[in-house]
């Protein structure tokens, strides 16, 4: 076994995202005025594949509450795994570094 390495097989993994996923929809209907109840099911959603409902929940966070910096940051994610880079970093810094004349990297 690989130090620091969480190995276990593909059956239990599903079982846990399973109970994830399920935690993350009872979160938003227990509070569906919480941006962080919606930025939560975000991840849930993109490790299981479906960056839809992921993006969905993260544009609910941020109308949500457009001050929440951890919700921009999962919009920011999510925009960064479905490709959208430019996005991403307009999401993430207010537009200010996608303006700018040199490249960020």
Known sequence: MVQGAV???QEYAAELWTE?????????RLDPRSSFAFSDSC???CDG???EAAME???????LNPYD????????IAH?????HRQAIRTV???RAARQQRPLI
């Open 7 to 9: 190995w276990m097989d």
């Open 80 to 84: 960064l795994v479905i490709g959208e």
């Open 43 to 45: 991840p849930t959603a």
């Open 57 to 63: 929940a993260a544009k609910r966070a941020v109308k």
């Open 20 to 28: 994830a996923m399920s935690l993350a929809e009872s979160s938003v």
């Open 93 to 95: 810094f207010g537009g």
């Open 49 to 51: 594949g479906n960056y």
């Open 69 to 76: 910096m951890g919700a921009r940051g999962v919009l920011g």
